[in-house]
């Protein structure tokens, strides 16, 4: 892989070889300041950087450009996440411009959730682009110094850019090549969606391997803990390209009273241990939505500390 491209810690301890450690810090609904920099302190010295989403399931939220600029003045680094169902291919370069200015050294790309999803279901959405495309835009103005029409940029950026990568859609055999497809477009990490299937995703992991894609860029696998059997079900059933295995349905079942969110952590523990000794994996992105508090817990359990 290349030498650093950015000023980003991420960047840094990936490159350094060592175990990376990301997590979710979603906006809130609103302007409340206080509500952020109160999830920004939980996981403040657990991790090496936190994603800060962009409107998640369509629905409104504060800014990633301004939630990620209050993360950068709270001491933590931010992973922006931009989706291309609100922007043109304008407004995505200069809201690409706008981040670097206010010290944001990380991009996630995303194509977005439908609005139909969310609390504006008849919203016009733009789609002018898609994940991959978007990629390509941003690696040419950070590697080329133009712009998506080939004009020159005043003033380089120098920004560290992921891509999601969901192992568990289908058709299958087409989940790696979709991922080769965002690696040669300029994506230098990748968050999985959230792990469950094991065996499955080992598989996928196997095949990315197969095709060097572990030595193009940095794979981290995404894990979610369970807070009860419900849950479990709930997304087994209802949630698109997730999977848990009944095994893991029964094991929350089979928690004491009161203790299943316990034992959701203890699952994600025994996860953490599980990817690290798969090969191509190069961190771990924890997504514990709504769940900051436990950021500490988990990575101080799973031997995780202290961040470098």
Same mark, same amino acid.
Request: aromatic letters at 6%.
């Given at each position: 892989?290349?030498?650093?491209?950015?000023?980003?810690?991420?960047?840094?301890?990936?490159?350094?070889?060592?175990?990376?450690?990301?997590?979710?810090?979603?906006?809130?609904?609103?302007?409340?300041?206080?509500?952020?920099?109160?999830?920004?302190?939980?996981?403040?010295?657990?991790?090496?950087?936190?994603?800060?989403?962009?409107?998640?399931?369509?629905?409104?939220?504060?800014?990633?450009?301004?939630?990620?600029?209050?993360?950068?003045?709270?001491?933590?680094?931010?992973?922006?996440?931009?989706?291309?169902?609100?922007?043109?291919?304008?407004?995505?370069?200069?809201?690409?411009?706008?981040?670097?200015?206010?010290?944001?050294?990380?991009?996630?790309?995303?194509?977005?959730?439908?609005?139909?999803?969310?609390?504006?279901?008849?919203?016009?959405?733009?789609?002018?682009?898609?994940?991959?495309?978007?990629?390509?835009?941003?690696?040419?103005?950070?590697?080329?110094?133009?712009?998506?029409?080939?004009?020159?940029?005043?003033?380089?950026?120098?920004?560290?850019?992921?891509?999601?990568?969901?192992?568990?859609?289908?058709?299958?055999?087409?989940?790696?090549?979709?991922?080769?497809?965002?690696?040669?477009?300029?994506?230098?990490?990748?968050?999985?969606?959230?792990?469950?299937?094991?065996?499955?995703?080992?598989?996928?992991?196997?095949?990315?391997?197969?095709?060097?894609?572990?030595?193009?860029?940095?794979?981290?696998?995404?894990?979610?803990?369970?807070?009860?059997?419900? %849950? *479990?079900?709930?997304?087994?059933?209802? #949630? $698109?390209? =997730? @999977?848990?295995?009944?095994? &893991?349905?029964? +094991?929350?079942?089979?928690?004491?009273?009161?203790?299943?969110?316990?034992?959701?952590?203890?699952?994600?523990?025994?996860?953490?241990?599980?990817?690290?000794?798969?090969?191509?994996?190069?961190?771990?992105?924890? %997504? *514990?939505?709504?769940?900051?508090?436990? #950021? $500490?817990? =988990? @990575?101080?359990?799973?031997? &995780?500390?202290? +961040?470098?």
């Amino acid at each position: 892989m290349e030498e650093m491209r950015s000023g980003s810690n991420l960047e840094r301890v990936l490159r350094s070889g060592q175990f990376a450690v990301t997590c979710e810090c979603g906006p809130p609904k609103g302007a409340d300041v206080e509500h952020l920099e109160k999830k920004v302190n939980l996981v403040k010295g657990f991790v090496d950087a936190a994603n800060v989403t962009d409107n998640q399931t369509a629905v409104v939220r504060m800014s990633s450009i301004g939630a990620s600029a209050i993360l950068v003045r709270n001491g933590v680094e931010p992973v922006m996440q931009m989706v291309t169902r609100d922007r043109n291919r304008i407004a995505a370069q200069s809201d690409v411009f706008g981040a670097y200015a206010l010290g944001i050294r990380n991009m996630l790309c995303l194509t977005g959730d439908h609005q139909s999803f969310g609390n504006h279901p008849m919203a016009k959405n733009v789609f002018d682009q898609d994940s991959i495309q978007l990629l390509d835009m941003v690696r040419t103005i950070r590697d080329e110094g133009k712009l998506f029409n080939g004009e020159p940029v005043e003033g380089g950026i120098k920004m560290f850019l992921g891509a999601a990568a969901n192992p568990f859609a289908d058709p299958f055999e087409f989940r790696v090549i979709r991922l080769a497809k965002k690696i040669n477009a300029g994506a230098d990490f990748i968050q999985t969606q959230c792990i469950y299937d094991m065996d499955r995703f080992k598989e996928f992991m196997r095949m990315a391997c197969d095709m060097g894609l572990d030595k193009k860029c940095f794979i981290l696998a995404g894990l979610t803990p369970l807070k009860s059997a419900g %849950m *479990a079900n709930y997304m087994n059933k209802n #949630v $698109a390209g =997730i @999977t848990i295995p009944d095994a &893991l349905i029964q +094991r929350m079942k089979g928690a004491p009273k009161g203790k299943q969110a316990d034992e959701g952590i203890n699952i994600l523990l025994d996860q953490i241990r599980e990817v690290r000794e798969i090969p191509g994996i190069a961190g771990v992105h924890i %997504m *514990a939505i709504e769940w900051e508090e436990k #950021v $500490a817990e =988990i @990575t101080e359990r799973a031997g &995780l500390l202290p +961040r470098p």
